[in-house]
């Protein structure tokens, strides 16, 4: 089984819809982190989360909201979504306070329709 | 913030031939470099870092060299063979704001037998 599991793998949905991903990890790791993949563009923070009580915005945060539930699983949430936010969607962890490994799960392809 | 440029975003060599692919970052703060390789429909795994305190390192036909002066560093992959074949992603961070890396767009290597 993954480390890191990202569900659903891939979603179609409507403008205006509300989506949720969600992330969960075996690693045992307090720091989750969902990033935003889109071609020629890399990768770009959308969120993280250094423990359970703590919710950082990452570069493109505008549009989306998260939830840490627990210390293995952090969601991603789309409240209404639209065409730009189809792209493929990772979530990752490290247990580094310096910056070290990034750990991700295999993304989670979404198309806004 | 950072902002870090990768070249070329394309890149196709004979199989035993070497690779070489060059980012350039803007914060000269900036202190640590990963690079992670990207499989077909996996999510990014890091191949190999650098921290500021080095110039070069190696791992087995991988190498990475940075170059802090001119605020460039860059993978090197000798010997190439077909598994080579995926998106490389090189990235620059603070190491003590922990993982908030910032990726450059990626470059998709093509080795052909």
């Known amino acids: 089984d993954a480390d890191v599991t990202q569900t659903p793998r891939n979603r179609i949905t409507k403008t205006g819809k509300r989506i949720m991903l969600e992330c969960s990890q075996t690693?045992?790791?307090?720091?989750m982190y969902w990033y935003r993949q889109d071609p020629g563009l890399g990768l770009q923070l959308i969120y993280y989360?250094?423990?359970?009580?703590?919710?950082n915005k990452g570069e493109i945060s505008d549009g989306y909201s998260v939830s840490r539930q627990a210390q293995a699983k952090f969601s991603l949430s789309l409240e209404s979504a639209i065409p730009n936010q189809t792209a493929l969607y990772f979530c990752a962890t490290s247990n580094n306070i310096m910056a070290g490994e990034l750990f991700f799960g295999e993304g989670s392809r979404l198309t806004v329709l | 913030g950072e902002n870090v440029e990768q070249h070329p975003s394309t890149l196709s060599v004979q199989e035993g031939d070497s690779a070489v692919i060059k980012c350039t970052y803007s914060d000269s703060a900036s202190n640590y470099f990963p690079w992670y390789k990207q499989e077909l429909g996996k999510g990014p795994q890091l191949i190999i870092d650098?921290?500021?305190?080095?110039g070069e390192k190696k791992d087995q036909r991988i190498a990475v060299t940075l170059n802090k002066t001119a605020k460039h560093f860059s993978l090197h992959i000798t010997e190439t063979q077909p598994e080579d074949s995926a998106v490389y992603f090189c990235?620059?961070?603070?190491?003590?704001?922990?993982?908030?890396?910032?990726f450059g767009g990626g470059t998709r290597v093509l080795v052909k037998p």
């Open positions: 989360s250094f423990d359970v009580k703590d919710i």
């Open positions: 690693k045992g790791h307090d720091r």
């Open positions: 650098i921290r500021s305190n080095v």
């Open positions: 990235a620059a961070s603070l190491q003590a704001a922990g993982n908030k890396l910032t």
